[in-house]
């Protein structure tokens, strides 16, 4: 029997010796994403609408001039728009509530040139309203377009229109409840109606939208916002309007100096590794050829093809993407583009609904510190905050999954613990088949998130091999899944 003086004694040191046994966390590593960015990165998939006058006149960029008459949907029901996106597995809509031509579609105090003057709801309709509140009840975030490049103001060029854009920014954000993006177009093309004087008005744009007040003001208004253009400041363009992102794709970015409409493709494309701040890239693009909807576009509605060789090459590559669906003239989605969401929610539902390595034994050749906290088990525990984390000054490493038997798959997702920043730099992902360890697939960044689709295969384990690391890895999750037939 132990004395109570030895049991306190033993207890003492016990709790001393568990708490020196207490292994830190890697140091962070370069530039890390903020609370924002974690969950701007957990969406994902998320729509863009491109709906306004451009959709009667058939063209892609207004000039300007166009009457406000001709904003006229006969259906307009955002809550279908609202409802196919969450079907389709999106997380959110952003709304190009202004184009470059200036129209806007909430009844803005700063323009007649506006929905008051249309038809559309004799003149009291207020589509920003009616999409806010759709997201609202179909579960989706919201988010707003407003075009810095403005063809119908007449002081387009000069002071007064930042101010006129700000005073834009402020109704909007103040106005339309939580607003999870906001989005910075950098495209300029100079000519325009602006106010009658139909002349082109050159603009620098690294200088005149003076874009840190405006940015300031978002934040103040929407703390939570992820705020996009070419140049940051939170997320970055791709660079391309195909849907593609890239691999190696750092979410490290040299942000300074960089402006909407100023960029440099290679950044964009990859990041900058070792870069100065934590500009992740989205991934935009139109599952028609153009941004608006044009008639005579209906035959080329991206198929389900090529919308999942979209999904793979931006989610998959760690990025997030934004895809485009244009309300017809109606005010609706049309039926092909319904029917092709459609094919593509149910593949991600079918595809990422049961992660066949969930609580599947899991083993790293290197744990840190030999720590609980931070081995393989938590790759496979279904909790994508819990992480698998090396050594200091290891910077390779093999992590193994056990399926239990055979097991058919032909995806493996992968994510980094990106708290601690993106240390991934090249890997390699193995089967084993009949006990012989096959290659099937390999990729240089991870980050945020990797999808990988390999061929459909039978395998009784799973090995993803760290092959370089910027620094000791740290792993949250790997999962793996099979597509239907
Ligand atoms: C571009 C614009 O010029 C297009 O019209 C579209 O809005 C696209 C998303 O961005 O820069």
């Known amino acids: 029997m132990i004395r109570p003086a030895v049991a306190v004694v033993l207890t003492l040191?016990?709790?001393?010796s568990s708490h020196a046994a207490e292994v830190a966390p890697p140091e962070p590593f370069g530039a890390v994403p903020s609370e924002a960015h974690l969950a701007w990165h957990e969406l994902e998939y998320y729509g863009f609408i491109h709906f306004?006058?451009?959709?009667?006149?058939?063209?892609?960029?207004?000039?300007?001039?166009?009457?406000?008459?001709?904003?006229?949907?006969?259906?307009?029901?955002?809550?279908?728009?609202?409802?196919?996106?969450?079907?389709?597995?999106?997380?959110?809509?952003?709304?190009?509530?202004?184009?470059?031509?200036?129209?806007?579609?909430?009844?803005?105090?700063?323009?007649?040139?506006?929905?008051?003057?249309?038809?559309?709801?004799?003149g009291k309709g207020d589509l920003v309203r009616e999409l806010s509140d759709a997201c609202k009840k179909h579960g989706l975030l919201f988010g707003l377009y407003l075009s810095p490049w403005d063809r119908n103001h007449a002081e387009y060029g000069r002071p007064a229109y930042i101010e006129y854009y700000r005073n834009q920014w402020r109704e909007l954000l103040a106005g339309y409840g939580p607003v999870f993006e906001t989005w910075y177009d950098g495209a300029n093309g100079g000519s325009g109606y602006y106010g009658g004087a139909n002349e082109t008005r050159r603009i620098d744009n690294k200088t005149y939208y003076d874009w840190i007040p405006t940015w300031q003001l978002v934040r103040d208004l929407q703390p939570g916002c992820i705020r996009f253009s070419d140049g940051g400041p939170d997320i970055r363009w791709v660079g391309n309007e195909k849907g593609l992102g890239y691999d190696p794709n750092w979410c490290t970015f040299n942000r300074d100096g960089r402006w909407p409409g100023v960029s440099q493709r290679e950044s964009l494309w990859h990041g900058d590794q070792g870069g100065t701040h934590w500009v992740p890239a989205e991934v935009d693009v139109s599952i028609r050829p153009g941004w608006?909807?044009?008639?005579?576009?209906?035959?080329?509605?991206?198929?389900?093809?090529?919308?999942?060789?979209?999904?793979?090459?931006?989610?998959?590559?760690?990025?997030?993407?934004?895809?485009?669906?244009?309300?017809?003239?109606?005010?609706?989605?049309?039926?092909?583009?319904?029917?092709?969401?459609?094919?593509?929610?149910?593949?991600?539902?079918?595809?990422?609904?049961?992660?066949?390595?969930?609580?599947?034994?899991?083993?790293?050749?290197?744990?840190?510190?030999?720590?609980?906290?931070?081995?393989?088990?938590?790759?496979?525990?279904?909790?994508?905050n819990t992480y698998w984390a090396a050594d200091d000054g290891v910077v390779s490493a093999a992590l193994e999954i056990d399926l239990g038997g055979p097991t058919t798959f032909d995806n493996v997702r992968i994510q980094e613990q990106i708290r601690l920043g993106q240390r991934v730099e090249a890997f390699e992902i193995e089967a084993r088949v009949d006990g012989r360890w096959q290659k099937i697939a390999e990729g240089q960044t991870i980050g945020p998130r990797r999808i990988l689709r390999t061929d459909r295969v039978t395998a009784d384990a799973v090995r993803v091999k760290l092959i370089k690391c910027l620094a000791c890895p740290a792993i949250s999750t790997v999962e793996v899944y099979c597509s239907p037939e």
């Open 292 to 384: 608006f909807w044009h008639e005579s576009q209906n035959g080329q509605v991206k198929t389900l093809d090529q919308l999942l060789d979209i999904y793979y090459a931006s989610v998959g590559r760690g990025c997030n993407l934004l895809l485009n669906v244009p309300p017809d003239r109606r005010g609706l989605f049309h039926e092909i583009d319904v029917e092709r969401l459609g094919q593509l929610g149910d593949y991600l539902k079918k595809t990422f609904g049961d992660d066949l390595a969930r609580r599947k034994p899991a083993k790293a050749d290197n744990t840190r510190g030999n720590a609980e906290e931070y081995s393989a088990a938590g790759l496979t525990d279904g909790d994508r």
């Open 13 to 16: 040191s016990f709790c001393v």
């Open 52 to 122: 306004t006058i451009n959709t009667f006149t058939d063209r892609e960029w207004g000039g300007g001039d166009e009457s406000p008459e001709l904003f006229n949907p006969s259906q307009c029901d955002p809550d279908q728009w609202a409802c196919v996106a969450a079907e389709s597995g999106m997380k959110g809509l952003i709304l190009t509530a202004k184009h470059h031509d200036g129209f806007c579609l909430w009844p803005s105090k700063y323009t007649e040139h506006s929905v008051k003057k249309s038809p559309w709801k004799d």
